[in-house]
């Protein structure tokens, strides 16, 4: 069974850091592509940020361009999220999603639980 | 950026009835890189479409989805009790990718 799981999540400071991570099963972890999809308290979906299999190729929406670093261990059947200079805009549930389809251009066909980040004072 | 618009925003519907749900794009999309998701309250969404038309795994055929250029449709034949839930597109032709605003599809 393919399985996503997402953790590190949290309360933290407006400039804070936190890093999640997503532990992946079931699946040829380094045959596919990874992303984070956030999804602020009643709102709708966002991308946030796609890397491929081998880590060649990495794409961040505008919004976390410079705050956020994706990255992964294929060794580990694991991805991260670094989240720098954290705002109050950043607060949502961060789902992991693998990517299906060509390079970069990916839609999302297994999703984890969703780790909630909540970035107050 | 591809904004992709959903309407209607909300669709009040009996079980039974027929859901015909619309995404729009502000430029023209390949139908290879149009999908669908669901969401239920509580829940990470679901593929339910990708390629405009192709169904994921264990989909049934009630859904189906439609559409080229800039205009798509998902349409659920027979609504279930368990089909009331959050509809929502995504293009994935190009960075960055992008989601509409989502359907709600509630029971009348």
């Known amino acids: 069974e393919v399985q996503l799981v997402e953790s590190g999540g949290g309360l933290v400071k407006p400039g804070g850091s936190l890093r999640l991570s997503c532990a992946a099963s079931?699946?040829?972890?380094?045959?596919?592509?990874m992303n984070w999809v956030r999804q602020a308290p009643g709102k709708g979906l966002e991308w946030v940020s796609s890397i491929s299999s081998g880590s060649s190729y990495i794409s961040y929406a505008d919004s976390v361009k410079g705050r956020f670093t994706i990255s992964r261990d294929n060794t580990k059947n694991s991805l991260w999220l670094q989240m720098n200079s954290l705002r109050a805009e950043d607060t949502a549930v961060y789902y992991c999603?693998?990517?299906?389809?060509?390079?970069?251009?990916?839609?999302?066909?297994?999703w984890g639980q969703g780790t909630l980040v909540t970035v107050s004072s | 950026e591809i904004v992709l618009t959903q309407s209607p925003g909300t669709l009040s519907l009996s079980p039974g009835e027929r859901a015909t749900l619309s995404c729009r794009a502000s430029q023209s999309v390949s139908s290879t890189y149009l999908a669908w998701y669901q969401q239920k309250p509580g829940q990470a969404p679901s593929l339910l479409i990708y390629g405009a038309s192709s169904r994921a795994t264990g989909i049934p055929d009630r859904f189906s989805g439609s559409g080229s250029g800039t205009d798509f449709t998902l349409t659920i034949s027979r609504l279930e009790p368990e089909d009331f839930a959050v509809y929502y597109c995504q293009h994935y032709g190009s960075s960055p990718l992008t989601f509409g605003g989502g359907t709600k599809v509630e029971i009348k």
């Open positions: 079931g699946f040829i972890f380094s045959n596919s592509g």
């Open positions: 999603a693998r990517g299906s389809g060509s390079y970069g251009n990916y839609y999302f066909d297994c």
